[in-house]
């Protein structure tokens, strides 16, 4: 069982152009059925946040509680929908939803083989610093959903947002809730490429989980961006890593290497707070 981290340079708000560059970057990789695609943070507009009302996929719903508010169809939940049908894998994907009061949420939007809605994250932790809290609002549920892959039961992933890194709590309540991996979509600046490294690599040892750290290569309007996607093991293992530049790294995940750990160092089992 693999994941692909596609490490996009993504095309500011245009998002034809970035749904055609994450199908050719994925062209030349060898892809299984029962794989896992995650894509960064706004990969289809880059990070966008003056004007949610023109660059959402869609409007703002309330589904089932376990899958989080979720929204409308729009073009990029269908294209993570036909990826996810045409490759037989589940994508880890992500949008803009707005309300109606057109205030944005940033959503880690995850579609199963079959095409079907897993879950539909919003980002509890909108960029303050960056000024995201101006146009966006934060979302409020901690949630999990199950990668159903071709080598054994089902592994619990619990999805998070670029900023959310920094707040170990959130990551706590995945583990309480299961979580055996964590996926983070992220659209991180290079100056700040020595955060994003060791905190993903703290958030796999403190949880003993596999951590993958999705992040955006090149430029935007504002700011550049050191790509460095990572998957890193349940003891701080690297398990493969990138540079700055746009392609997709693939890594082979074993869900009983979690799971040994987790039984033979129990640390998990003594959080108290």
């Not at 579609?111 to 539909?120: S, Y």
């Not at 966006?136 to 947002?161: K, R």
């Not at 995945?174 to 996926?183: Q, R, S, W």
């Not at 093991?233 to 799971?259: F, H, N, T």
Request: charged share 25%.
């Amino acid at each position: 069982m693999q994941v692909h981290l596609v490490q996009l340079d993504i095309v500011w708000e245009d998002k034809e152009q970035n749904y055609a560059r994450v199908r050719g970057l994925l062209k030349s990789v060898k892809i299984a059925a029962g794989d896992l695609v995650a894509l960064p943070e706004m990969f289809d507009t880059g990070f966008s946040l003056l004007n949610p009302g023109q660059t959402a996929d869609g409007k703002w719903d309330v589904t089932e509680p376990q899958r989080g508010p979720g929204g409308t169809m729009g073009k990029t939940l269908e294209f993570l929908r036909q990826l996810a049908l045409e490759l037989n894998v589940t994508v880890h994907g992500s949008r803009t939803l707005v309300d109606a009061e057109s205030k944005g949420r940033n959503m880690a939007s995850v579609v199963g083989p079959d095409g079907e809605v897993l879950v539909e994250y919003a980002k509890i932790h909108p960029f303050s610093y960056g000024k995201e809290t101006e146009r966006f609002v934060g979302g409020t549920q901690v949630l999990t959903y199950p990668w159903t892959h071709n080598a054994g039961e089902p592994v619990t992933i619990c999805p998070a947002i670029c900023y959310d890194l920094r707040f170990p709590e959130l990551f706590r309540l995945g583990l309480k809730a299961g979580a055996e991996m964590i996926v983070i979509g992220a659209n991180w600046p290079a100056p700040r490429a020595y955060h994003w490294r060791s905190l993903l690599i703290a958030r796999a040892i403190e949880n003993q989980a596999v951590v993958v750290g999705v992040n955006r290569a090149g430029k935007d309007l504002a700011l550049a961006y050191g790509g460095g996607s990572i998957v890193v093991g349940p003891k701080g293992e690297v398990l493969g890593e990138m540079d700055d530049r746009e392609g997709v790294l693939s890594v082979e995940v074993d869900a009983g290497a979690i799971r040994e750990w987790r039984k033979t160092f129990p640390a998990w089992r003594d959080l108290k707070l």
